[in-house]
């Protein structure tokens, strides 16, 4: 079993944490000197292996706008490792930039839409080399925001839906895009998107607005998911598709159905911007126990989000886990380089390549590190119940990995049972506001471990 440690960067963009302030009545006494609250001992947390939950797809983030300056750093092979060694991903999500001019008389991605549209073409290629050079294990999504202008209703990437001819929806002209995509791009991905959002439209970037069935307004997710199939089925290569990577959870309500009874769309995907910074996270829990009640039938990886300040984000994670019983993981920015959202990447970098980690990497770093592709979720109870505790155990049941969330105010000495097992080792990784992923050490089988007040640990059991 390895337990080893990677090499750290310390630079962190700077996170905004709304503080809680009590106001005191003055007097002509002082008041006294605040106490700190004293840790809490003789605390347990039990795990019982028997109880298995969702087989894990993992963790990881997605790398699409902006994320080309990495390719051009003087730094990128430090970025690289960060990414895709350090980090521990599973999954790596890539946006589809095949554009070419004049599609589809011009197939080729020599000359695109764009020169920023070709930039990121072949960065995305890029990325592909670099991750699976580090992780050959990784797997990698490829996701598309919509078709290009030829095959939409207004002739452009930005709103509308998809192109009508005499004959309908252009579906087979859809589908033949899909085969020019894998035929063109310098990668096979593992998993595709048809379609990200598909009930969503802006008018600030690409996308393309579908409804679940065809109406006489809108092109029918449901048909276009099955003539992209029809389309790559015999390729050698076959992604595994996806879907319906719907914007929130409501539509992923109406979305999925449509999807539900295809056998050859194994997982689910969605989105919850549903949720914000501001949502109480005990009101998450309805919402994400509802999609396993109505749609635990195959597993489900939530592909985009980042709506939520560092910590909350480890407490919505630790909800997916446990309520959706959600397979995989993967935050929205994983590098981003828009300096009035930049607290919210993972890795920040400035036009110039010079790059910043943030809380958001720790955050992640906490659950992808030691908890990989295969591994099962398996019951956890704690003897405090404000604790959040998810438990993953290893295939060959002698590795166990605890992510331990601490919204308390206050804190606690844990010790660590496993029903059935005998703990052989542990050791533990640690973050607290200012302080990410320290090192805990070697800790005794049967010592406790310190819990700080608004924290996350990672511990992993020699069993």
């Known amino acids: 079993m390895q337990y080893k440690i990677n090499g750290m960067r310390k630079g962190m963009a700077a996170v905004l944490l709304t503080g809680c302030f009590s106001i005191y009545a003055c007097s002509e006494k002082e008041s006294p000197e605040p106490v700190a609250p004293k840790p809490d001992a003789g605390k347990i947390i039990t795990v019982n292996p028997a109880t298995a939950y969702q087989e894990m797809i993992g963790f990881g983030g997605a790398l699409t706008w902006y994320s080309d300056r990495v390719v051009s750093s003087s730094k990128s092979e430090e970025i690289y490792q960060l990414m895709f060694e350090d980090l521990g991903m599973d999954i790596l999500r890539l946006k589809n930039w095949y554009y070419p001019l004049d599609y589809p008389v011009n197939k080729s991605p020599e000359t695109m839409l764009t020169a920023g549209d070709k930039t990121m073409f072949e960065a995305t290629n890029t990325f592909y080399r670099k991750a699976k050079a580090?992780?050959?294990?990784?797997?990698?999504?490829?996701?598309?925001?919509?078709?290009?202008?030829?095959?939409?209703?207004?002739?452009?990437?930005?709103?509308?839906?998809?192109?009508?001819d005499e004959n309908g929806y252009m579906y087979e002209e859809f589908a033949t895009y899909w085969s020019d995509i894998l035929d063109?791009?310098?990668?096979?991905?593992?998993?595709?998107?048809?379609?990200?959002?598909?009930?969503?439209?802006?008018?600030g970037w690409t996308t393309c607005q579908w409804s679940p069935t065809e109406t006489a307004t809108l092109a029918g997710y449901g048909q276009a998911f099955e003539q992209v199939y029809q389309k790559i089925k015999e390729r050698p290569d076959a992604p595994v598709m996806i879907g319906p990577e719907s914007e929130n959870i409501p539509a992923f309500f109406n979305f999925a159905p449509v999807v539900r009874d295809k056998e050859y769309c194994p997982i689910y995907a969605y989105h919850p911007y549903n949720f914000n910074a501001g949502t109480d996270i005990s009101q998450t829990t309805a919402q994400l126990g509802e999609m396993h009640r109505r749609f635990g039938d195959k597993p489900g990886i939530m592909t985009e989000y980042s709506a939520m300040p560092w910590f909350k984000t480890a407490r919505f994670i630790h909800q997916a886990m446990k309520y959706a019983h959600t397979s995989g993981y993967i935050y929205w920015e994983l590098v981003w380089g828009d300096a009035n959202t930049k607290d919210k990447a993972m890795i920040y970098i400035d036009g110039a390549g010079n790059y910043t980690v943030s809380p958001f990497y720790y955050v992640i770093k906490h659950f992808a590190k030691y908890v990989d592709a295969g591994h099962i979720r398996v019951e956890v109870a704690s003897s405090t119940p404000a604790l959040e505790v998810t438990g993953y155990m290893h295939p060959d049941r002698?590795?166990?990995?605890?992510?331990?969330?601490?919204?308390?105010?206050?804190?606690?000495?844990y010790a660590v049972e496993v029903t059935g097992e005998e703990v052989k080792g542990m050791e533990g990784y640690q973050s607290v506001e200012g302080n990410f992923f320290k090192p805990l050490g070697s800790t005794p089988a049967n010592g406790t471990v310190k819990i700080p007040a608004s924290s996350i640990t990672t511990l992993v059991l020699a069993i």
Do not use: C, M
């Not at 999504?141 to 998809?162: D, F, M, Q, V, Y």
């Open 184 to 203: 063109n791009i310098a990668f096979a991905p593992d998993y595709i998107s048809i379609q990200n959002e598909p009930g969503y439209v802006n008018p």
């Open 398 to 413: 002698q590795q166990l990995t605890l992510v331990i969330v601490n919204p308390d105010a206050r804190a606690f000495d």
């Open 134 to 164: 580090v992780n050959p294990n990784i797997k990698v999504l490829l996701s598309a925001w919509g078709p290009p202008p030829s095959l939409k209703s207004n002739n452009h990437l930005r709103e509308g839906t998809l192109k009508k």
